[in-house]
């Protein structure tokens, strides 16, 4: 028999590929005992892959603090083209005379994404817009008219770059979209940019060591990685 107390705390998942959050999130209540609540602090598109922390019986409560909590990446960005969705999801259009760029201008064009940023969300995003997702209207053709908005990027380094992919580690605060980074940094540097690849690599104090995968999840030892949810994140 399942222990209720047990079931009260985070699991850190390291979400694989091709998944939604809320699928994985659902993977892990399957395991559960019937009737346990359970969410996530901090959606990750299906793409993305990573630390994605699952929210247990009464650390369902923490949700707000767990979102609040700052969050770091790893992403590759492609310059040279753009996609409709800012990321490989949708097809790429290649910009028109679109050259390398040197290394010494994307630095320079990076320091302007560090600090406190107006930006604006992907067309294709979860926010909702006169009570639709934002996603759902640019589906159809229809503009989203999503204005910008101020987010907190506290680091952003060039880990590496060969035309015209680069690597970055990226440090933010919620409501950051790294997809609006690429496709801000390839308009500064006018030759467009997208997302190619992105990992979570910490949520507050949750780090990718934590994480466990989501296929070595079994019902009988689930206990065992529940972790508590009261300690005090850093970053």
């Known amino acids: 028999m399942f222990e209720e107390k047990k079931f009260n705390g985070v699991i850190v998942l390291d979400k694989p590929a091709g998944l939604t959050s809320a699928r994985a999130v659902d993977a892990v209540k399957r395991l559960l005992p019937r009737g346990t609540k359970v969410g996530h602090a901090g959606t990750l598109d299906p793409f993305a892959t990573g630390v994605l922390v699952v929210l247990v019986g009464g650390a369902t409560k923490l949700c707000e603090t767990m979102m609040d909590r700052p969050k770091a990446y790893e992403a590759t960005v492609k310059l040279g083209a753009t996609t409709a969705t800012d990321d490989l999801e949708s097809p790429e259009t290649v910009t028109p005379g679109a050259m390398p760029v040197e290394r010494a201008s994307v630095e320079a064009a990076l320091a302007h994404f560090r600090g406190t940023v107006m930006q604006r969300p992907p067309d294709y995003s979860a926010i909702k817009v006169a009570g639709r997702r934002a996603y759902d209207l640019a589906r ?33 605060g919620r409501g950051t979209y790294v997809r609006s980074i690429a496709r801000d940094l390839g308009e500064r540097l006018r030759v467009g940019g997208y997302l190619t690849r992105l990992r979570r690599t910490r949520v507050g104090e949750f780090t990718e060591a934590d994480a466990v995968k989501l296929d070595a999840l079994r019902r009988e030892t689930i206990a065992d990685v529940v972790r508590p949810a009261t300690e005090k994140a850093h970053g």
């Open 140 to 172: 159809r053709g229809k503009e989203t008219a999503l204005g910008e908005r101020p987010v907190n990027i506290y680091r952003v380094e060039l880990l590496a770059y060969e035309w015209p992919a680069l690597d970055l580690l990226i440090e933010c």
